[in-house]
């Protein structure tokens, strides 16, 4: 219970981590999510064999490198100051903001496929579409324009979603 409760707290913590680079100095390069996946990968180890943790990493990274702002900031009734990527382009076609986000946060099937895979339970698959639904139920709730603190209630909540993907893999 401890460690499942450790693996939680981490994932939020590292998601957030990501979605915010302020902590990392001027002189790594990159991005966040480039030094966030693998510690992703890492505590991921606490509860699955390193397959499966580095199913977790690799699909954490696909998950989180393509384009967010323009098909989040729908929610909060703002636009980012940088035209959407190719994939929000195609992702704000979709009516809404729930089935923008929802299609967004489905980025994380390939993890979910894989691990299932690996593990050797092929029911596994529906854990993405169940993150998908909680995730854009989060965002909704959680993200509103209120101040300094938009992103980070959402982004702890979302990677609090990874914590438990992990441990229930």
Known sequence: MIAALAIILACALLNRLRGDDRWKPAWLPGRALFYVAPAIGTVALLAQPWPVALAFAGGYVFWAVWGWGHILMRVGGF????????????LLRLP???LPIFAR?????????????????PEFWIAAPSFAAVATFAYHVLFRP???????????????????LIIGA
Do not use: H, K, N, T
Not at 79 to 90: F, I, L, S, W, Y
Not at 105 to 121: C, E, H, K
């Open 79 to 90: 636009r980012p100051d940088r035209p959407p990527d190719a994939v929000e382009r195609a």
């Open 96 to 98: 809404g903001s729930i």
């Open 105 to 121: 946060m489905l980025f994380a099937l390939p993890a979910a496929i894989a691990v299932a895979w690996l593990s050797g339970r």
């Open 146 to 164: 209120i101040g300094a603190y938009d992103w980070l209630r959402a982004e702890f909540a979302i990677g609090g979603l990874w914590g438990l």
